[in-house]
Protein backbone atom coordinates (compact mmCIF):
# COMPACT_ATOMS: atom_id res chain seq x y z
CA UNK A 1 0.00 0.00 0.00
CA UNK A 2 1.38 3.32 -0.84
CA UNK A 3 2.05 5.77 2.00
CA UNK A 4 -1.17 8.16 2.59
CA UNK A 5 -3.41 5.64 1.08
CA UNK A 6 -4.21 3.84 4.20
CA UNK A 7 -5.72 7.40 5.63
CA UNK A 8 -7.82 7.51 2.44
CA UNK A 9 -9.46 4.19 2.67
CA UNK A 10 -10.15 5.01 6.30
CA UNK A 11 -12.24 8.19 4.82
CA UNK A 12 -13.46 6.05 1.78
CA UNK A 13 -17.55 6.04 2.33
CA UNK A 14 -18.52 2.72 3.63
CA UNK A 15 -20.94 0.56 2.56
CA UNK A 16 -24.61 1.04 4.64
CA UNK A 17 -27.39 -1.50 5.12
CA UNK A 18 -30.34 -1.52 2.40
CA UNK A 19 -32.22 1.41 3.83
CA UNK A 20 -35.61 0.29 2.32
CA UNK A 21 -35.45 -3.34 4.44
CA UNK A 22 -38.58 -3.71 6.71
CA UNK A 23 -37.60 -4.86 10.27
CA UNK A 24 -39.04 -7.15 12.63
CA UNK A 25 -37.58 -7.63 16.40
CA UNK A 26 -38.14 -11.00 18.63
CA UNK A 27 -37.57 -10.98 21.89
CA UNK A 28 -37.52 -15.09 22.85
CA UNK A 29 -37.02 -15.96 26.64
CA UNK A 30 -34.12 -18.26 27.43
CA UNK A 31 -34.24 -21.65 25.50
CA UNK A 32 -31.35 -24.40 25.64
CA UNK A 33 -28.80 -24.75 22.61
CA UNK A 34 -30.76 -26.50 20.28
CA UNK A 35 -33.99 -24.81 20.68
CA UNK A 36 -31.99 -21.20 20.32
CA UNK A 37 -30.29 -22.73 16.91
CA UNK A 38 -32.95 -24.34 15.97
CA UNK A 39 -35.18 -20.86 16.26
CA UNK A 40 -32.80 -18.98 14.56
CA UNK A 41 -32.71 -21.36 11.50
CA UNK A 42 -36.38 -21.17 11.54
CA UNK A 43 -36.09 -17.34 11.20
CA UNK A 44 -33.82 -17.33 8.50
CA UNK A 45 -35.68 -20.22 6.26
CA UNK A 46 -38.91 -17.82 7.07
CA UNK A 47 -37.13 -14.58 5.77
CA UNK A 48 -38.75 -12.62 2.97
CA UNK A 49 -37.34 -10.27 0.37
CA UNK A 50 -37.02 -6.90 1.70
CA UNK A 51 -36.85 -8.04 5.56
CA UNK A 52 -34.70 -8.55 8.12
CA UNK A 53 -34.89 -9.86 11.97
CA UNK A 54 -33.36 -9.28 15.08
CA UNK A 55 -33.82 -11.63 18.12
CA UNK A 56 -33.16 -11.48 21.38
CA UNK A 57 -32.77 -14.32 23.10
CA UNK A 58 -30.73 -16.11 26.45
CA UNK A 59 -29.68 -19.79 26.93
CA UNK A 60 -30.67 -22.36 29.68
CA UNK A 61 -28.94 -24.41 30.59
CA UNK A 62 -25.61 -22.28 29.86
CA UNK A 63 -24.39 -23.64 27.34
CA UNK A 64 -21.00 -24.22 24.69
CA UNK A 65 -21.71 -23.37 21.04
CA UNK A 66 -18.89 -24.37 18.80
CA UNK A 67 -18.51 -22.81 15.33
CA UNK A 68 -19.67 -24.91 12.24
CA UNK A 69 -16.19 -26.25 11.41
CA UNK A 70 -14.79 -26.19 15.01
CA UNK A 71 -14.20 -30.25 16.48
CA UNK A 72 -15.05 -31.04 19.45
CA UNK A 73 -11.91 -31.84 20.91
CA UNK A 74 -10.31 -33.43 24.52
CA UNK A 75 -9.98 -30.00 25.52
CA UNK A 76 -13.74 -29.19 24.93
CA UNK A 77 -14.60 -32.87 25.75
CA UNK A 78 -12.98 -31.96 29.61
CA UNK A 79 -14.96 -28.91 30.25
CA UNK A 80 -18.18 -30.79 29.73
CA UNK A 81 -17.13 -33.56 32.09
CA UNK A 82 -15.88 -31.18 34.81
CA UNK A 83 -18.87 -28.81 34.30
CA UNK A 84 -22.00 -31.31 34.25
CA UNK A 85 -25.23 -29.55 33.26
CA UNK A 86 -23.46 -27.29 30.77
CA UNK A 87 -25.34 -28.11 27.37
CA UNK A 88 -23.70 -28.21 24.17
CA UNK A 89 -24.55 -27.11 20.63
CA UNK A 90 -23.21 -26.11 16.96
CA UNK A 91 -23.70 -23.15 15.53
CA UNK A 92 -24.62 -22.68 11.64
CA UNK A 93 -21.89 -19.90 11.50
CA UNK A 94 -18.02 -19.99 11.65
CA UNK A 95 -16.14 -18.92 15.11
CA UNK A 96 -14.60 -20.09 17.68
CA UNK A 97 -16.42 -22.00 20.82
CA UNK A 98 -18.31 -19.56 23.11
CA UNK A 99 -20.00 -20.22 26.80
CA UNK A 100 -23.29 -19.04 26.90
CA UNK A 101 -24.18 -18.27 30.49
CA UNK A 102 -26.10 -15.15 31.56
CA UNK A 103 -25.66 -12.96 28.97
CA UNK A 104 -28.12 -11.72 26.27
CA UNK A 105 -27.76 -12.44 22.76
CA UNK A 106 -28.64 -11.31 19.52
CA UNK A 107 -29.09 -12.88 16.22
CA UNK A 108 -29.59 -10.74 12.99
CA UNK A 109 -30.93 -12.25 9.82
CA UNK A 110 -31.24 -10.59 6.52
CA UNK A 111 -30.74 -11.06 2.93
CA UNK A 112 -27.05 -11.50 2.04
CA UNK A 113 -27.48 -8.45 -0.70
CA UNK A 114 -28.60 -6.52 1.90
CA UNK A 115 -25.49 -5.38 3.13
CA UNK A 116 -23.54 -5.64 -0.86
CA UNK A 117 -22.84 -9.56 -0.15
CA UNK A 118 -21.71 -12.48 2.06
CA UNK A 119 -18.14 -10.99 2.23
CA UNK A 120 -19.06 -7.31 2.84
CA UNK A 121 -20.81 -8.18 5.45
CA UNK A 122 -18.34 -8.83 7.59
CA UNK A 123 -16.18 -5.67 6.81
Known sequence: MEPGTEAAAALAPKRTMDPGLSWRIVSDGALSGAANMARDDALAQALRPGTGIVRFYRWS???????????????????????????????????????????????????????????????
Open 61 to 123: PATLSLGRNEPLTARYRDFLRLNPGIGVVRRPTGGRAVIHDRELTYAAVLPARACGGPREAYR
